[in-house]
């Protein structure tokens, strides 16, 4: 995220602290904060949206005959000094978590002086995750056959007689595969921005898809076209601040909508049953010239259906070996023993799967 915008929104910022000799201003691009007059500072304060790692410029300029200052940045209850006077710098890998509390914070004695201090550039990364398959090896004997000892040339040659066992067929067992999250085969990256309003933006990482619409109304469309059978499950959450307007949330499967909210709540969808080549999309929109939609889905979970065989499923036909038996007097023969074969057992080479994603497409 760049700026103060989408899930970090300067709107979604709120003033936690400010004495009366102290102003800002709070855009898309900036925060500034001017301390002047008669000393004390302020803080501005966000609870943290999504797990992320922080960056940020500041500028602090000083000014005046007497007094003192700081400028700090602040996880929870951990603060770091950025200034104790004029100067400038840059601030980089600052980990937050989801539900964390970050702030900027200034004070000073400034009642013969003022103190300005902004920051810029702000930036956020959010971390995602995508799963690999772990390879399986089957190893396979080779049967031995019994060589007879006896003169062959005394011998009358033998016949193998094929076994009338009915040969065996390995079953497949039902098995599910869970995926936790927007990861794997519905990692976000896979998602698309289907559609979307100029007074809309979303964040969308590996645990939460968190969409705002404020000031001009409109909304978007977050879809996937869906990668393979399962059912879907997910929690969400609705915020409408404002005086007046209309607003709506909802999940898609093709071109069927099912409306989640109205107005400011929250719930749990389960049992939504989707195909492979089926699109899925989250859809929000409003009226909102005078208002704000906040909506946001977590504890997304799908559950696949998989037929996994318990070995190869092919037909593997035995052969029941014969014995050779001497038309001379076996008593003057010597008996016969099986000599095991020295070949070495073979490996299965491991055989790698994919998932093939027809198109980003939507509604």
Not at 98 to 107: L, M
Not at 156 to 163: K, W
Not at 249 to 272: F, H, M, P, R, W
């Amino acid at each position: 995220v760049d700026g103060f915008t989408g899930v970090w929104d300067s709107t979604l910022w709120s003033t936690t602290a400010q004495s009366p000799g102290a102003s800002l201003s709070h855009g898309s691009t900036q925060l500034y904060m001017v301390t002047a007059g008669s000393g004390g500072g302020v803080t501005r304060s966000i609870t943290v949206p999504v797990d992320g790692t922080i960056s940020f410029d500041w500028t602090a300029t000083w000014t005046g005959s007497s007094g003192w200052m700081t400028v700090k940045y602040q996880v929870n209850d951990v603060q770091t000094e950025l200034a104790t006077g004029t100067g400038s710098g840059s601030v980089t890998g600052i980990v937050v978590a989801a539900g964390d509390v970050f702030s900027f914070y200034t004070w000073g004695g400034t009642q013969y002086s003022q103190l300005n201090a902004a920051i810029n550039t702000f930036v956020v990364v959010s971390p995602q995750s995508q799963p690999t398959a772990n390879p399986t090896t089957v190893p396979t004997t080779v049967p031995t056959t019994a060589y007879p000892t006896s003169d062959p040339t005394t011998e009358t040659p033998t016949t193998a007689v094929p076994s009338t066992a009915s040969p065996t067929t390995a079953s497949p067992s039902t098995a599910t595969v869970t995926v936790d999250g927007f990861t794997g085969v519905w990692d976000s990256t896979l998602w698309s921005t289907t559609a979307q309003s100029p007074g809309a933006s979303l964040s969308h990482g590996s645990t939460q898809l968190y969409m705002v619409t404020a000031g001009s109304g409109g909304g978007v469309t977050r879809s996937i076209t869906v990668p393979v059978d399962g059912t879907i499950s997910f929690d969400w959450t609705a915020t409408w601040t404002g005086s007046s307007g209309w607003m709506t949330v909802k999940y898609q499967v093709n071109d069927v909508q099912t409306e989640l909210a109205t107005g400011t709540g929250s719930g749990s969808v389960t049992g939504i049953v989707v195909a492979a080549g089926d699109v899925f999309s989250f859809y929000t929109w409003g009226g909102t010239q005078y208002s704000q939609l906040n909506a946001a889905i977590n504890t997304f979970v799908v559950v696949s259906p998989q037929s996994q065989p318990t070995a190869n499923p092919t037909t593997v036909p035995t052969t029941v070996p014969t014995t050779a038996y001497p038309t001379s007097d076996p008593t003057t023969e010597t008996p016969t023993t099986a000599v095991p074969s020295t070949a070495s057992p073979t490996t299965a080479s491991p055989s790698t799967a994919t998932v093939t994603v027809d198109g980003f497409t939507g509604v």
